[in-house]
């Protein structure tokens, strides 16, 4: 029988973190496992349900309540037969691996990030995410980054790259009354060109170089950013875009990231800071787009320059001007091809299925 695994991070609402943990959950519950997962809630929580895991509310995006999280933690693992506790973020992994002493089993952390130690008792913060019985890297960029400042770990590390489902994010498979409703919510005119930056509303990730960009073309196309954040930087982005003649749209949060990305021509991923992997990459690979991505971090690893896709200097407005303007002036076909060609390898290399099994597979080591 598959062991009881519980999976453990701040909460539900969107991300590849969050979106992960219900993949494994899934995968857990086919190989006969149960799967638990402890978080303070969010939007997700019914989706994991609907898969037949069970989740557990806790105050585990309080850094204040680590402490008393752990014994809360230790406690569900006893009640529920917890074999493996599976951290995925710094404060809930202080937590998990408390309760992992106080139960004597074994933990596993998994690194969704690169975790700067830019003040005092960072580096002790961080270093939680090495302690894991086994430690998984979502990418050799995290993996190298582990070991420069971990190199103990490397016996206990996995590199086990993020993954696409292929059936979910299939083209072919997207009805087309889906994407015409989302382009009109957006407020897009049938035809109209449009460009596609999912990520959450954060300086790093982008928006600001991307509207510069734009605004170096001389008819620029709009620019839909989509994803939550703050107002304050929101309302920036408007102010900025509507002073440099950049239409925009500020869409929110998406339940269907399949369509979202086939409503686009182009979709951009612009972060100014290294992506751990950078899940929307392959995803939009899978729905055959033509993705400009940053030149730093898990792109380099996802995308072939000039085959799969194109590769910018991160920051660099100017250059992501000029890669934009040759792939607008591309034929349809031409940009097909590209997509066709970034379908392919993604399924070859980066799939859910492969995640999954390879993480099963640690679960499996442990037990």
Known sequence: ????????????????????????????IQAGGRALVASAGGRLVPALQALGAEHFTLPLTSKAAIWGNGGRLAALARAEGVDIIHARSRAPAWSAWRAARLTCLPLVTTWHGTYNENFPGKALYNSVMA?????????????????????????????????????LFDPD?????????????????????????????TRWKGQGVLIAALARLPSPPVAVLLGDGRAGYAAELT?????????LVLAGHT????????????????????EAFG??????????????AADLGGPRETMTHGRT??????????ALTQTLAMLLAMSPQARDAIGAAARADVLARFSTAAMQAATLDVYRELA
Do not use: Y
């Open 131 to 167: 302690r894991g019985a086994r430690v998984i890297a979502i990418s050799d960029f995290i993996r190298a980054h582990i070991l420069a400042r971990h190199p103990q770990v490397q016996p206990r590390l996995r590199t086990i790259h993020r993954g696409v489902d292929p059936s």
């Open 173 to 201: 498979a997207i009805d087309p009354a889906r994407v015409a409703a989302l382009r009109a919510a957006w407020g897009l005119s049938p035809g109209q060109p449009t460009l596609l930056l999912p990520a959450r509303l």
């Open 1 to 28: 029988m598959f062991p009881t695994i519980l999976q453990v991070l701040p909460a539900l609402h969107a991300g590849g973190v969050e979106r992960g943990t219900l993949e494994i959950a899934a995968a857990i």
């Open 239 to 247: 102010r900025l875009a509507a002073a440099q003649g950049v239409p």
């Open 309 to 318: 896709g194109w590769l910018t200097p991160p920051g660099d407005a100017t």
């Open 279 to 292: 899940r929307v990459v392959i995803e939009a690979q899978a729905m055959r787009r033509p993705v400009i």
């Open 255 to 274: 339940a269907d990231m399949p369509a979202a990305l086939l409503a686009a021509d182009i979709i951009i991923h612009a972060s100014t800071e290294a």
